[in-house]
């Protein structure tokens, strides 16, 4: 699995968000995108899921380029922002309602990926109860229950505790370690450290590769 962003430049009202950036990721690598609120870090990875469509340039995933050969990429699991849940639905219910659309995984499955994220204690609550924390669990779990190829988390352990962190880093290590591609967006730059592979500096819309 291979994503080749291109020259990829994008504006919002004039105001450039991303300026002509070039970058490659590869399988079974944890890639690490820090940078301030605002960076355009976001941004890049909406592009990259096809939420959004560039100015110029192109995004290329195993030689299909998002927005022309499909719209988005086939095996992909992903935390933009602040995860939504129909409110009335238990954590399991929404995962399985997710999880009907390509039905390729079953009940067992979804229960995993709910008591790997650490949500076995909460399963009879409805999503509206739910703390900060418990939501970007749900979030998380939806990303990683059909062990997709690409894993793109953009600040995932916001809300979460110290247990929950050492539980997502095991998480994205074992993907990883399946050969998953995986990008973590953070402004935490010690979280980075220690998860990531390469990592990746967004400033005022530019990339630059730290180490």
Same mark, same amino acid.
């Given at each position: 699995m291979n994503i080749s962003v291109q020259n990829v430049s994008k504006k919002i009202k004039n105001n450039e968000i991303l300026k002509n950036i070039s970058v490659e990721f590869e399988s079974g690598n944890i890639y690490g995108i820090r940078g301030k609120n605002g960076s355009g870090k976001t941004m890049l990875i909406k592009a990259i899921c096809g939420l959004i469509k560039t100015d110029e340039g192109r995004i290329i995933v195993d030689g299909k380029v998002i927005g022309k050969d499909m719209d988005f990429p086939e095996s992909?699991?992903? &935390?933009?922002?602040?995860?939504?849940?129909?409110?009335g639905l238990k954590a399991f219910?929404? &995962?399985?309602?997710?999880?009907?659309?390509?039905?390729?995984?079953?009940?067992?499955?979804?229960?995993?990926? &709910?008591?790997?994220?650490g949500l076995e204690r909460d399963l009879e609550k409805r999503y509206r109860q739910y703390s900060l924390g418990m939501r970007q669990k749900l979030g998380i779990a939806a990303a990683i229950m059909e062990h997709p190829d690409i894993i793109l988390l953009d600040e995932p352990t916001n809300g979460l505790d110290d247990e929950s962190v050492m539980k997502l880093q095991n998480i994205l290590k074992t993907e990883r370690d399946k050969g998953a591609l995986i990008i973590v967006v953070s402004h935490d730059f010690e979280e980075l450290e220690i998860l990531s592979n390469e990592i990746y500096q967004m400033k005022e819309g530019c990339l630059e590769k730290l180490h």
């Open positions: 992909i699991g992903v &935390l933009i922002e602040n995860p939504g849940f129909p409110g219910d929404n &995962l399985k309602v997710i999880a009907s659309i390509k039905n390729k995984i079953t009940d067992k499955d979804i229960e995993e990926a &709910l008591i790997k994220v």
